[in-house]
C-alpha cells in the first residue's frame, strides 16, 4: 500500500526553478532516504510532501487524500493527524518539560489526556528517555532532545513521519544511535519514514535512497 503518492511536483522561487516535476512514492513500513546536493531541493520537496508548503503544479496523495487541495484548519487538521516532522534543530518549546513537549500535539489533537500521556511515556521509554519524562529541553543532551522531538512527532501515530536532516548536529555515536531507533520504530509500529540525509550510513541502511539533483529525482527507481 501507498503512504504517499507524489506526481509531477513542480516549485519555484522567484524566477528560480527549485523543483522540475518530481514523481515519487512511498510504501507504508519503507525508509527511504533522500540524498543530494546542497542547494538541489531536498527541503524544498520534503515541506511540499509533509504539507508545509504548496507546488506550484502536481498532486500529493497522503493515505489516499489529496492533500494539495486542503487549506486552512482541515490542511492544519490533516497535518496534526497524519504528518510527523522532524527537522535537524529540535524545536521544543524550552518551558516546557520533554513529557509536556511529546503531548501538546495530542491534546491540539483533542485526544483524552490520560491515553496523550501513556502513549507518550511509552514513546518516550521505547526512545531510551523514561528517565528524562520531567526534564527541559536545555537540560538534556542533543541527542535526548533530538529524540523527544521524534517522540512529538509520533505523538499521534502519524502515517509518515517526514525528517529533514535530523542527525546533522549530532555527532556521529548519536547519529547511530537515531537511525538504530528509526528502524525499532519500524519494526514495532510499521511506522513509514522519508528522511534527508547527509548521513551515508543511514542512507546505506534505509530500504531505498533516491538521488536528487537540481530539483530532479535521478533515480528510476523512485517510483516503487
Ligand atoms: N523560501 C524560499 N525563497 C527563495 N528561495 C528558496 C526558498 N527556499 C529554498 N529556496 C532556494 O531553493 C533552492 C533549493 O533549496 P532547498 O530545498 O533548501 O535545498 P536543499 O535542502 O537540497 O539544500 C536553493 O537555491 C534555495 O536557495
Ligand atoms: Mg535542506
Known amino acids: 500500500m501507498s503512504v504517499l503518492v507524489a506526481t509531477d511536483i513542480h516549485k519555484r522561487f522567484g524566477t528560480v526553478e527549485v523543483l522540475k516535476g518530481v514523481d515519487l512514492s512511498i510504501q507504508k513500513g519503507e525508509i527511504v532516504s533522500i540524498v543530494g546536493p546542497s542547494g538541489s531541493g531536498k527541503s524544498t520537496l520534503l515541506h511540499i510532501l509533509g504539507t508545509l508548503d504548496k507546488p506550484d503544479r502536481g498532486q500529493v496523495m497522503l493515505n489516499n487524500a489529496n492533500v494539495t487541495a486542503l487549506t486552512g484548519k482541515k490542511l492544519a487538521q490533516f497535518r496534526n493527524h497524519h504528518i510527523g516532522f522532524v527537522f535537524q534543530f529540535h524545536h521544543l518549546l524550552p518551558e516546557f518539560s ?95 519514514f522519508l528522511i534527508v540525509t547527509h548521513n551515508e550510513e543511514l542512507a546505506q541502511l534505509s530500504d531505498r535512497t533516491v538521488h536528487m539533483k537540481d530539483g530532479k529525482i535521478l533515480d528510476a527507481s523512485a517510483v516503487a
Open 98 to 192: 520533554a513529557l509536556e513537549n511529546v503531548c501538546i500535539p495530542g491534546w491540539m489533537a483533542g485526544t483524552k489526556k490520560q491515553v496523550v500521556k501513556d502513549r507518550a511515556v511509552e514513546l518516550l521509554g521505547l526512545l531510551g528517555l523514561s528517565h528524562r519524562l520531567d526534564h527541559k529541553p536545555n537540560a538534556m543532551s542533543g541527542g535526548e532532545q533530538q529524540r523527544v522531538a521524534v517522540a512529538r512527532a509520533l505523538i499521534n501515530n502519524p502515517d509518515i513521519l517526514f525528517a529533514d536532516e535530523p542527525t546533522g548536529n549530532l555527532d556521529s555515536a548519536n547519529a547511530r544511535e537515531l537511525h538504530q531507533l528509526f528502524f525499532d520504530l519500524r519494526k514495532n509500529f510499521g511506522q513509514t
